[in-house]
């Protein structure tokens, strides 16, 4: 028999993952987690040049000069966060950002705060770094928003680190400023550090993206272009903190990747400082498919909180799991709430990643079970 590292015994691959691989072609697929959109224009040529320009070497470990100076004046303009080139650091993926924090971040014995429901990866990162997930509720009567009472309840002398997701896959939520606030003061007063999931930052609708990193010094800030610019498979975002931090994290990416795409890269700095008509358009069409899909669920007594941001509603569902099954037999994938952790078992996750068309067909269908 083999013997595995426990560490990685004690994870299990993402079941939604496995739910696609099943699923009929003429599905409609509401499982989706990243845009149906094309990377902008501007983008692909400023690629399609890069590679043309031989840019095909390893760049420096945090990414080019150039990129991460645009970064920063993002982070300054966008986030209130006064960083610099050397505080930041260009990821393979907001994936490996988390991977960084958790790797250098956590020990055993630690216990991590993180989101429930919340994305996947976050318990995944902390298993793995042999410290112990401790979850907070985030809950339907407050909209799913992260509450900063609910974060006081579960800190003590082994919290290490918080995971914040502000807007929140799977629910949508944009937390409020003074909840943000208020979990920046407790991290230098209780002297825990903060790793902020901020990949749905652009993708919002009602209510302000506020950067947690603006108020405490202890903070990750995590970005990318994944999301805004559709970029899902060139595998590219950034992270910035301080120096302290900043120096640990590079570590753990050095000898994990050693840096970030060359060519991903050059559409990184492009999208950055290029123009944003098509981000702006693809969230105009996303707040349409989410009125849409928001209205049709209430009409059908699915009770479903308007999101603020992101791709994804969590409508409450009875008997979830067997809607997630009967919804894909008559060919509409969504995924159990239950997923996400244990808040999300009365619900269901829908992305409206998907065309008008295919959700309106699709809610005609859900119509009908
Ligand atoms: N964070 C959240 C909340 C996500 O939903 C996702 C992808 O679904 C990621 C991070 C991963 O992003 P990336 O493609 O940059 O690795």
Same mark, same amino acid.
């Given at each position: 028999?083999?013997?595995?590292? *426990?560490?990685?015994?004690?994870?299990?691959?993402?079941?939604?993952?496995?739910?696609?691989?099943?699923?009929?072609?003429?599905?409609?697929? !509401?499982?989706?987690?990243?845009?149906?959109?094309?990377? @902008?224009?501007?983008?692909?040529?400023?690629?399609?040049?890069?590679?043309?320009?031989?840019?095909?070497?390893?760049?420096?470990?945090?990414?080019?000069?150039? !990129?991460?100076?645009?970064?920063?004046?993002?982070?300054? =303009?966008?986030?209130?966060?006064?960083?610099?080139?050397?505080?930041?650091?260009?990821?393979?993926?907001?994936?490996?950002?988390?991977?960084?924090?958790?790797?250098?971040?956590?020990?055993?014995?630690?216990?991590?705060?993180?989101?429930? @429901?919340?994305?996947?990866?976050?318990?995944?990162?902390?298993?793995?770094?042999?410290? #112990? @997930?401790?979850?907070?509720?985030?809950?339907?009567?407050?909209?799913?928003?992260?509450?900063?009472?609910?974060? /006081?309840?579960?800190?003590?002398?082994?919290?290490?680190?918080?995971?914040?997701?502000? @807007?929140?896959?799977?629910?949508?939520?944009?937390?409020?400023?003074?909840?943000?606030?208020?979990?920046?003061?407790?991290?230098?007063?209780?002297?825990?550090?903060?790793?902020?999931?901020?990949?749905?930052?652009?993708?919002?609708?009602?209510? #302000?993206?506020?950067?947690?990193?603006?108020?405490?010094?202890? $903070?990750?800030?995590?970005?990318?272009?994944?999301?805004?610019?559709?970029?899902?498979?060139? *595998?590219?975002?950034?992270? $910035?903190?301080?120096?302290?931090? $900043?120096?640990?994290?590079?570590?753990?990416?050095?000898?994990?990747?050693?840096?970030?795409?060359?060519?991903?890269?050059?559409?990184?700095?492009?999208?950055?400082?290029?123009?944003?008509?098509?981000?702006?358009?693809?969230? #105009?069409?996303?707040?349409? *498919?989410?009125?849409?899909? /928001?209205?049709?669920? =209430?009409?059908?007594?699915?009770?479903?909180?308007?999101?603020?941001?992101?791709?994804?509603?969590?409508?409450?569902?009875?008997?979830?799991?067997?809607?997630?099954?009967?919804?894909?037999?008559?060919?509409?994938? $969504?995924?159990?709430?239950?997923?996400?952790?244990?808040?999300?078992?009365?619900?269901? *996750?829908?992305?409206?990643?998907?065309?008008?068309?295919?959700?309106?067909?699709?809610?005609?269908?859900?119509?009908?079970?």
């Amino acid at each position: 028999m083999y013997d595995f590292a *426990r560490r990685v015994q004690s994870i299990e691959l993402s079941q939604i993952r496995k739910m696609f691989e099943v699923t009929n072609e003429n599905a409609i697929n !509401l499982g989706i987690g990243e845009p149906d959109f094309d990377v @902008p224009e501007n983008i692909k040529i400023a690629m399609k040049k890069a590679i043309d320009e031989n840019y095909s070497h390893y760049t420096p470990n945090k990414g080019f000069l150039d !990129l991460r100076e645009e970064i920063t004046n993002k982070f300054q =303009n966008e986030n209130n966060i006064k960083t610099n080139a050397e505080n930041i650091i260009v990821t393979t993926g907001a994936s490996e950002a988390l991977y960084m924090c958790s790797q250098a971040l956590f020990d055993v014995g630690d216990e991590v705060l993180i989101p429930n @429901p919340g994305f996947l990866s976050y318990e995944a990162c902390v298993k793995l770094s042999q410290a #112990k @997930p401790v979850e907070l509720n985030c809950l339907m009567e407050n909209d799913f928003k992260l509450k900063a009472e609910e974060v /006081v309840e579960k800190i003590n002398k082994n919290t290490k680190a918080i995971i914040l997701n502000s @807007p929140s896959n799977p629910t949508g939520a944009v937390m409020d400023k003074e909840d943000i606030k208020a979990i920046g003061d407790l991290s230098m007063d209780h002297d825990f550090f903060i790793i902020s999931d901020e990949i749905y930052e652009k993708i919002i609708y009602e209510n #302000k993206h506020y950067s947690v990193g603006e108020y405490s010094e202890n $903070t990750v800030t995590i970005n990318g272009f994944s999301k805004t610019y559709a970029m899902t498979g060139f *595998r590219i975002a950034y992270l $910035t903190a301080n120096e302290k931090i $900043t120096s640990e994290l590079l570590k753990v990416h050095q000898y994990c990747t050693a840096c970030a795409n060359s060519i991903a890269q050059k559409g990184a700095c492009e999208a950055l400082t290029g123009p944003q008509n098509e981000v702006e358009a693809m969230v #105009k069409e996303f707040k349409r *498919r989410r009125d849409l899909i /928001v209205d049709s669920l =209430n009409d059908m007594g699915h009770e479903c909180v308007k999101s603020d941001g992101a791709f994804y509603v969590f409508p409450k569902i009875e008997n979830p799991e067997e809607f997630v099954k009967e919804a894909a037999k008559a060919g509409v994938i $969504t995924v159990p709430g239950l997923a996400f952790g244990s808040v999300g078992k009365d619900h269901v *996750r829908m992305s409206f990643a998907n065309s008008y068309e295919n959700i309106e067909n699709a809610m005609d269908i859900l119509r009908k079970l």
